[in-house]
């Protein structure tokens, strides 16, 4: 595609519930990020995958948050046992290669109540 | 025209120099910049976030912004080896829908 489309862009879910947020890069582009985004804050670091090898997974805050890329391409964000905090704007970004000038996807808008 | 461009260096300096590491941006509407630090095979880490122009001070760390010019800066004093990564600026204006980076700056500071 064009550019990096995330889906969907808002999802309002139940405490407790699975919720997945989908990633689908620049076509090409071998290097794909997710962040995530509370309100007046900064862009925070989640995990980053180069081609399918999930290469940094520092930035996940616990257990309950995973990521997935088994193809090199598309990439799920899942959250488990959702929690109110855990609302805030999930952003992905993909670029053509490691260290690269990086684009953003337009980002989930997670609502957890 | 690119809407971000950066110097991609690479940039060597010795252990205490102080670096200067800059951004021009085309976008008037950019009101949100932020500077990363990315070592090799790991995510940026978000060193700095400001919000207009002016200074923003973070111990060794300075960013500065003048919109009037379009220009941003990151300043490191008494650098380290440890600082020696790929450092990127990114952008965005008050809808947040799109993050724009630069293609980063590579630094390697000498001891």
């Known amino acids: 595609g064009a550019g990096v489309s995330q889906s969907p862009r808002y999802k309002v879910t139940k405490r407790g519930q699975d919720v997945a947020l989908r990633c689908d890069p620049i076509?090409?582009?071998?290097?794909l990020y997710w962040y995530r985004q509370a309100l007046g804050q900064g862009p925070e670091f989640l995990t980053y995958?180069?081609?399918?090898?999930?290469?940094?997974k520092s930035g996940l805050p616990n257990d309950r948050f995973s990521a997935e890329r088994p193809e090199g391409s598309i990439s799920t964000l899942t959250i488990q046992r959702t929690e109110q905090r855990d609302s805030a704007m999930y952003r992905c970004?993909?670029?053509?290669?490691?260290?690269?000038?990086?684009?953003f996807g337009q980002g989930t808008r997670l609502t957890v109540v | 025209q690119k809407e971000v461009e950066q110097d991609p260096g690479p940039l060597s300096v010795p252990e205490g120099a102080i670096v200067s590491l800059n951004c021009t941006y085309s976008?008037?509407?950019?009101?949100?910049f932020m500077w990363y630090r990315q070592y090799s095979r790991k995510g940026p880490e978000l060193l700095m976030y400001?919000?207009?122009?002016g200074n923003k001070e973070d111990g060794r760390f300075t960013a500065q912004v003048d919109k009037s010019s379009k220009y941003i800066s990151l300043f490191i004093r008494d650098s380290q080896p440890s600082d020696s990564a790929t450092y990127l600026c990114?952008?965005?204006?008050?809808?947040?829908?799109?993050?724009?980076f630069g293609t980063g700056t590579s630094l390697t500071v000498i001891p």
């Open positions: 076509s090409g582009h071998v290097s």
């Open positions: 976008n008037s509407a950019f009101q949100y």
């Open positions: 970004a993909s670029s053509l290669q490691e260290n690269t000038e990086a684009f």
């Open positions: 400001t919000y207009s122009s």
């Open positions: 995958f180069n081609y399918e090898a999930q290469q940094d």
């Open positions: 990114a952008m965005t204006t008050n809808t947040g829908n799109q993050f724009y």
